[in-house]
């Protein structure tokens, strides 16, 4: 029952700011505009389209809100008025009461608000369909800003995901593209991201995480927590100033070089992707700042660490090796990288899939953002990947938006950034560090103590590999099976151990020979 009111009252939602009619009106049949006209009769839909469109998915909850988020990093793909009115809610979602927000941080503190903070802003400075911020002072002068959990968004959410699972198991039974994009397995990642969001001390963890990883860049900064005031449904973390990102002239007018500061958000996101494998995947503008201060200048402030995504070593390998044939236009070898990771059926011929890539990449080549329309190209890698029914890998999905988010504000702030000639260059670094020589000795550093631990046993298990035995029952081989299996294992260890101490012993020789030449 509590499903069909929800269903209702989505229904209404959409009568009310005349979504239906945003969604049809934009197609061209007469039969269609005749349908739009026919809906419309009897509702005043006098408000811009653009802010009824934001009021509205307001209204519906914070998934739609966060659907609203992604669209508006994306304005090549909608009108002025649409992403400007969706702009506003990367963080400025009408906010909760004060005398909400402050019962909140104390029952979290478990007392007045006045014993925790020298001063709390009632006002919030952001608000954001899953929490808001308040700025806020500790009693030792430090400046923090603090998080506060909207009330009641778990009750929401669940009722909201429940009814994507059950679309999409309809759209999967009745449709085969539904069973290809894998819709229900897309609706799981996107469930276990919204609840991870709910838990603040989570979020906090990420954002810890990120900052040690970011440390040694110098291109980013993301705040500390004060982690003893870190709980469940309240943070509190370092106050960061800087400008929005979004207000470009701003930071032009503050002498930041807004060139480099598109690439260096291309190097931060493939940095954190392909090196760290832990990547900040809430990337809208609301989320980030430019520091101005003279020691931090023109750095990135990141913000919202509460959906975050991670990469296995298979998929970071994966992944890169498939990007660097694409930089190199070398289609082949990514059409073979889909057959060998399974994304496409075995009986796939690689020269049709070779040639569709082709297709849908080589006109974009060489080309600044402002000129591809990622409209069409979205559109012609839909139509390939049905054509050949590629599986979509629902555990890339945050990648996918992620990137969909960097290639969007990289647009915003420079529309000449070529995005993947500045890419480029980073993941052959990286595919050299992992593959090339400089990846051989780091394994070899990363197994030495477990080489240390197993090489005294050496001489104790040859010694016992090669005792000669009486005759044995099945058991005893069994067991005299799986020993000999652990020093095949051993004997390869100290082979690998003694092949890097004769790569070092080269190398050395090598440097130092040239050294005296």
Request: proline fraction near 5%; include cysteine.
């Amino acid at each position: 029952m509590r499903h069909v009111l929800r269903l209702i009252r989505i229904l209404l939602t959409v009568l009310r700011y005349g979504l239906d009619e945003l969604a049809l009106s934009g197609f061209r049949q007469p039969w269609v505009r005749l349908l739009v006209r026919l809906m419309t009769i009897g509702r005043r839909l006098d408000a811009p389209r653009g802010e009824r469109l934001r009021k509205g998915l307001v209204r519906l909850g914070p998934i739609f809100v966060k659907f609203g988020q992604v669209l508006s990093t994306r304005r090549d793909l909608l009108p002025d008025d649409f992403a400007d009115e969706l702009a506003q809610l990367q963080d400025q979602v009408p906010p909760f009461s004060a005398d909400v927000s402050r019962a909140t941080v104390e029952r979290a503190f478990g007392g007045r608000i006045d014993e925790v903070f020298a001063r709390f802003d009632a006002e919030p400075i952001a608000s954001a369909s899953i929490a808001q911020v308040h700025f806020a002072a500790l009693k030792d002068g430090r400046e923090v800003a603090v998080k506060v959990l909207r009330p009641g968004m778990l009750e929401v959410i669940e009722g909201d995901l429940t009814l994507l699972r059950t679309l999409a198991r309809w759209v999967e039974r009745l449709s085969a593209d539904g069973r290809r994009l894998k819709l229900s397995e897309v609706v799981a990642e996107f469930d276990t991201y919204l609840h991870d969001e709910l838990d603040l001390v989570r979020e906090a963890a990420n954002a810890s995480h990120l900052r040690r990883n970011m440390q040694g860049l110098n291109l980013i900064l993301v705040p500390e927590m004060v982690w003893e005031l870190c709980t469940h449904d309240v943070i509190v973390m370092q106050r960061m100033n800087g400008i929005p990102i979004s207000q470009k002239q701003r930071l032009v007018e503050a002498g930041v070089d807004i060139t480099k500061l598109a690439r260096d958000g291309v190097t931060i996101f493939f940095t954190q992707v392909f090196r760290d494998g832990f990547f900040h995947a809430d990337m809208h503008p609301g989320n980030i700042q430019v520091s101005v201060e003279p020691a931090t200048f023109g750095r990135y402030i990141a913000l919202d660490f509460g959906i975050v995504g991670t990469l296995t070593e298979s998929d970071k390998q994966y992944l890169a090796h498939n990007f660097i044939a694409f930089f190199r236009r070398d289609y082949k070898r990514v059409a073979e990288l889909h057959l060998e990771s399974g994304w496409v059926p075995p009986d796939t011929r690689v020269d049709e899939l070779e040639g569709a890539i082709r297709a849908v990449c080589e006109p974009h080549f060489d080309r600044p953002l402002k000129d591809i329309s990622l409209a069409q190209v979205l559109l012609r890698l839909f139509q390939a990947s049905r054509r050949f029914n590629v599986g979509i890998q629902p555990q890339l999905v945050l990648l996918q938006k992620t990137l969909l988010n960097v290639e969007g504000l990289g647009r915003q702030l420079d529309p000449n950034l070529d995005l993947w000639n500045t890419a480029k260059p980073f993941l052959e670094r990286w595919m050299d560090a992992q593959i090339g020589w400089r990846g051989l000795l780091a394994r070899l550093e990363h197994e030495a103590p477990r080489y240390a631990q197993l090489l005294p046993e050496l001489p104790r298990l040859l010694h016992q590999a090669l005792r000669p035995r009486e005759p044995l029952d099945q058991r005893l081989l069994a067991e005299l099976l799986a020993e000999q299996q652990r020093t095949n294992r051993l004997l390869r260890g100290l082979l690998y151990f003694a092949a890097g101490g004769v790569a070092g012993t080269l190398l050395a020789l090598t440097l130092m020979g040239r050294h005296l030449i």
